[in-house]
Nanobody, 123 residues
Framework: QVQLVESGGGLVQAGASLRLSCTASGRTFDSYSVGWFRQAPGKERDFVAAVSRSGGTTYATDSMKDRFIISRDNAKNTAYLQMNSLQPEDTAVYYC????????????????WGQGTQVTVSS
């Protein structure tokens, strides 16, 4: 059992950077892989990036991997999504999720979800 809370979203101009945080409560945070997903109004929820339990393996959607970096600090019970060179098409609610075992790119199989944090990028 783990509870997740996202933070760090906001309104920024195109080209700006944001770092989202996903802070976990509950025991054994390092037993879970963490994924980041995003959903724009009227759109499906899309995979952004994921990180393994130890942080040793990371991957991201091809269209975002040059700008978005996922990481985690298990000592702080926190996972991060560093977002650089933000563009209006990045506007969405960003969610973190956790699952036991290896990370995956599909939302199915993630057992725990945060409430989401809004990221809005103006042109």
């Amino acid at each position: 059992q783990v509870q997740l809370v996202e933070s760090g979203g906001g309104l920024v101009q195109a080209g700006a950077s944001l770092r989202l945080s996903c802070t976990a409560s509950g025991r054994t945070f390092d037993s879970y892989s963490v994924g980041w997903f995003r959903q724009a109004p009227g759109k499906e929820r899309d995979f952004v990036a994921a990180v393994s339990r130890s942080g040793g393996t990371t991957y991201a959607t091809d269209s975002m991997k040059d700008r978005f970096i996922i990481s985690r600090d298990n000592a702080k019970n926190t996972a991060y999504l560093q977002m650089n060179s933000l563009q209006p098409e990045d506007t969405a609610v960003y969610y973190c999720a956790a699952r036991q075992g290896i990370p995956r790119s599909r939302s199915g199989g993630y057992d725990y979800w945060g409430q989401g944090t809004q990221v809005t990028v103006s042109s």
